[in-house]
């Protein structure tokens, strides 16, 4: 029996296929401009059908690593011509593929793993496709933090992505004590070569605070690690830490689900072990008062509750 009309129109609509870059049909040419594609973050049956068209259909495929990408277009038996594109490329690269979707071309961009321009490189590509009016799709899939947080048991309802965290030991201490009053979900990226001395930091910044570890995701290895920052620390002292992570936090509870003010949030950092010093300089920063000031007001919140000065 035939369709009514509106049903026939409904059943085009769920089926329809052409997304972002006018790809109407597996056949049909890509329309000129950049692709953004993601591709798998371990398990390569993560690839969308989407992606597999675009790498498939595009003139030419830009890798931050072509070694990678070699294996993954092999797997799908993809044979469109691959140049590299990684931070240090340099502006040459980026404004000969920006001349080649001026062109009309259509270039796919793909990072090692996982979203392109998520902590890696692509924004120079990205952002001279945009300053030239040229068109930029999305072609969206695996992305190693919002895997991470889909599984982590975290409160997802509001969360903070910081990219990977500080490398200098100094910078690292004030990024975790900066985040103590941060009352959303924290998710950041670690290297398996930092990963224990950012959890020793997280421990001494923020003590107590719990902590998920996602590692290898997608991958055989995959392990999810919850609970205390020293207690997730322990497993790392005990064993080598291995493959790729994403770190998260949980979330400072808010108090009486109001803001702060600075002299409950200094009470609080005392709360969570944070020593005055530490508690002085991370309030000062935050409110953009001088460091005498907040320790002169800090003698008369302790006055206040009868403290030692
Ligand atoms: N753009 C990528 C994305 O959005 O998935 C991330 C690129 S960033 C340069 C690489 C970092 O992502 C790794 O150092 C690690 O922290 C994280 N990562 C990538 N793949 C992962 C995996 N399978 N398991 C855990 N973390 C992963």
């Excluded at 690593?65 to 980026?94: M, N």
């Excluded at 002085?280 to 953009?288: H, N, P």
């Amino acid at each position: 029996m035939a369709a009514k009309p509106r049903e026939a129109k409904r059943a085009a609509d769920n089926t329809r296929d052409s997304g972002g870059g006018g790809l109407a049909a597996s056949a049909a040419a890509l329309a000129p401009g950049h692709y953004i594609v993601a591709t798998p973050i371990g398990n390569l049956q993560d690839i969308t059908l989407r992606a597999l068209d675009v790498l498939r259909q595009c003139d030419v495929i830009a890798s931050e690593d072509t070694r990678t990408t070699l294996k993954l277009l092999a797997r799908f038996d993809i044979h469109t011509p691959l140049v590299s594109y990684h931070q240090h490329s340099g502006g040459a690269r980026a404004r000969e593929l920006v001349e080649r979707v001026r062109a009309g071309g259509a270039v796919a961009l793909v990072s090692e793993a996982g979203t392109p321009g998520i902590s890696d490189p692509g924004h120079e590509l990205i952002r001279g496709c945009i300053a030239e009016g040229l068109p930029v799709f999305p072609v969206p899939g695996p992305c190693a933090l919002v895997a991470f947080l889909s599984a982590a048991g975290l409160n997802t309802s509001a969360f903070v992505f910081a990219g990977f965290p500080p490398r200098k030991p100094g910078e690292r201490v004030r990024f975790f004590q900066d985040l103590a009053s941060e009352t959303r979900t924290v998710v950041f990226y670690e290297s398996p070569g930092r990963i224990r001395a950012t959890l020793e930091t997280i421990a001494e910044a923020l003590p107590g605070r719990r902590v998920c570890i996602g590692r290898e995701l997608t991958k055989l290895h995959e392990e999810f690690l919850r609970g205390p920052v020293e207690e997730v620390l322990g497993v790392f002292k005990e064993r080598r830490p291995r493959g790729e992570f994403v770190v998260g936090l949980e979330g400072t509870p808010v108090a009486g689900g109001a803001s702060l003010d600075l002299e409950q949030e200094y009470h609080f950092l005392m709360s969570q072990g944070m020593d005055d010093k530490a508690a002085i300089s991370l309030l000062a920063r935050k409110s953009g008062r001088s460091r005498r000031e907040i320790y002169a007001a800090v003698l008369q919140w302790k006055g206040k509750r009868g403290d030692d000065a």
